[in-house]
C-alpha cells in the first residue's frame, strides 16, 4: 500500500483513537509501534508525540521532536547515539522536501496539549527543521522542529484538471518561509545584495535580492537572537545549504562543505559586520 | 526624516482618522496625495486603497493594488502605459526586500472592507509578489498583490542586544513562502531535485532540495492551477528569477534571460512532464 502524505479524508483534526490499532486501522499513523512512520527514501508521513523521549519539547502549535534510536524503552533515557537513518531520515526529507506531516498526540505527552487518554489527531504539521544535539543523558539525538500548518491567506483551492502521475491525496504545506526584519535588511543593504558565500546578486526589475540568513536559528528551541553579528547576506541557495547543514563557517570565516570537509571559499566581509563567533559555533554545533 | 518601515508604536491596526493630513501627521502615510509613500532606492512604507483606480481588488486579507501614473484622476480610468517607476518601483522593492507596508483603506474603496468614512490603517502587508498586466482600459498597469501578515508560529520575540546601525523601527515580515504540494513534489522528484535552469542540485543530508515553481502563479488572480505541466523543478535562485520575472521562457523552451534577452540554457526536461505553452505565455505577459 502506498504511503500516504497530508491528510486522510475521514479524519478530522482532533479525531480521537482509543489505541495504535484504531490509529492504524484509520490509516492515520500505520506502525504499531514506531512513533514514526515514514522511510527515508519516501519521507515521514506522520509521528506519535507521547512522551517516550526524556528530550521532546511541546509547545502546543510547534514540536520539538526527538528522533529514533539510542534510547531504553523502559525509562526513555538516551543510552547511545542516534542516526540520521530510518524514520530520523524520513523527518529530515520531510524537511527538506515540504512534505506534511499527520502528528498524533498521545496520552503521555506533555499534560498541557495532549489528551487525558488515547490519542488525538491534530492536524499537518511541517518540519521547519532538523539538526543534531547532545540529549541529556548526554548523548547525540536528532530533533525536529514542527510547525502546524495553516493555509496561506494568498492559497487558492487546488482545481484545474487532475494531474498525471497520481501524487495520491492531495495537500499543500509550507517548505520554506524567508522572513525579513529590520535588522536583516540592513545587513542585506551592507553587502548590496551580494551572497557572502558564492557572491552572486540576483538582479530583479527593483534591484537586488538576497535573504538575511540566521546563523544561530531563530524560533524555538534555538533562540537565535535577531542582531547583525548574527545575520549573513545570502542568496537563496546558500542560505538553503546553511540551514540544513550543507555548509558550515569556521572561526577563520572560511565556508565548509560539510560533507567533504572541502573549503569553498572565504566568506565575504563587509565593513562594519562580522559574524559573532559564537553563532558560528552553534551552528557548527547542529551539524557535526 | 527617514523612512520608518513598519508599525507606528501609538498606532494599533483598526485605528480611524478623518483626513490625509492626520494620517500624515500620525507618520502613517506622509504623502497628502499620493497613494504610494517610498522611493525606489528604498522601497515602499505604507499605501493608501481607496478605490482610486478601477483596476484595484480587494479580498481583505489581499489586496491587489494597481501602481500609479497614466490614470485620470477625475474618471479613475487609465489612459496611458504605467512605468516602474516611483511608487511602483517602490512596491517592487518592498517585495524584493520583505519589507513590511502599512496599509491604510479609504472610504471610497470597497465596500466589504473598507470605513464608512474617512481613512482606517489595516497593519502590515508584505508584497507578495508583482507583475505587468492590461488594464481595463487597455493601457498597461503594474500590479501588486499584498498578503496580510501575521507573525509565525515559530516566531521568537526579537530580544538580544539592539545592533549596530540603527535599523530603526523593529519589524518581522515574510518576504517569500514557499509551498509544496503533491503535484510539486511529483515533479521534484520526476528530476531527482535536479533544477530545470541551471542544473544544480542542492545537497543535504536527506538527499536532494528543490523548489517546484508554478509557472502561471497561484492565488489570485493568476489562479494558476496545481497541476504538472504548470509546475518546474527549481533551486531556489532560480525560483527566485522566475517568480520575480527576471527569466522568462520561450515556446521552444529556452531560457532566456528578460532584460537582455539572452538565451541562457535550454529548459532540462525529463520524460512524461512538459510544460504547457499556455502556463509559459501567462508568465511572460506579467514580465514583457
Redesign the interface.
Same mark, same amino acid.
Given at each position: 500500500m502506498p504511503r500516504t502524505?497530508?491528510s486522510i479524508s475521514a479524519v478530522p483534526p482532533g479525531a480521537i483513537f482509543n489505541s495504535r490499532r484504531e490509529l492504524a486501522d484509520a490509516g492515520v499513523h500505520r506502525p504499531l509501534q514506531a512513533g514514526i512512520s515514514g522511510s527515508?527514501a519516501e519521507g515521514a508521513d506522520s509521528i506519535v508525540v507521547s512522551g517516550g523521549y526524556e528530550d521532546d519539547a511541546d509547545y502546543g502549535?510547534?514540536v520539538v521532536y526527538t528522533g529514533h534510536g539510542g534510547n531504553d524503552p523502559g525509562s526513555g533515557k538516551q543510552v547511545a547515539d542516534q542516526i540520521?537513518e530510518r524514520g530520523n531520515?524520513a523527518l #529530515?526529507?520531510s524537511?527538506?522536501?515540504?512534505?506534511p506531516v499527520r502528528v498524533v498526540r498521545g496520552a503521555g505527552g506533555d499534560p498541557a496539549f495532549s489528551p487525558a487518554s488515547g490519542y488525538r489527531y491534530d492536524g499537518l504539521f511541517f518540519v521547519?527543521e532538523y539538526w543534531q544535539d547532545i540529549g541529556k543523558s548526554g548523548y547525540r539525538v536528532w530533533r525536529f522542529?514542527l510547525?502546524?500548518d495553516?493555509p496561506?491567506?494568498? !492559497?487558492?483551492p487546488?482545481?484545474?484538471? #487532475?494531474?498525471?502521475?497520481d501524487?495520491?491525496?492531495?495537500?499543500? $504545506?509550507?517548505?520554506?518561509?524567508?522572513?525579513?526584519? #529590520?535588522?536583516t535588511?540592513?545587513v542585506?543593504e551592507?553587502h548590496d545584495f551580494v551572497c557572502q558565500v558564492c557572491g !552572486?546578486r540576483?538582479? $530583479?526589475?527593483?534591484?537586488?535580492?538576497a535573504?538575511g540568513a540566521h546563523i544561530r536559528p531563530?524560533?524555538?528551541p534555538h533562540?537565535g537572537?535577531?542582531?547583525?553579528?548574527?545575520v549573513l547576506c545570502l542568496?537563496?541557495?546558500d542560505?538553503?545549504?546553511l540551514d540544513?547543514? #550543507?555548509i558550515v563557517i569556521s572561526d577563520a570565516l572560511e565556508v565548509v562543505d560539510r560533507?567533504t570537509g572541502t573549503v569553498e571559499t572565504g566568506l565575504r566581509l563587509a565593513r562594519?559586520h562580522r559574524p559573532d563567533l559564537q553563532f558560528l559555533a552553534y551552528q557548527r554545533s547542529l551539524w557535526k
Open positions: 502524505f497530508g527515508g502549535d510547534v540520521l531520515l #529530515a526529507r524537511s527538506d522536501q515540504g512534505l521547519a522542529r510547525v502546524q495553516q496561506s491567506a494568498n !492559497e487558492t487546488a482545481g484545474g484538471p #487532475a494531474p498525471g502521475g501524487p495520491g491525496v492531495k495537500y499543500s $504545506t509550507v517548505q520554506r518561509v524567508v522572513r525579513n526584519t #529590520a535588522v535588511q540592513w542585506k551592507l !552572486e540576483l538582479q $530583479t526589475d527593483s534591484g537586488g535580492y535573504e531563530r524560533g524555538r533562540n537572537p535577531d542582531v547583525i553579528k548574527n542568496c537563496p541557495n542560505h538553503v545549504r540544513r547543514g #550543507a560533507r562594519g
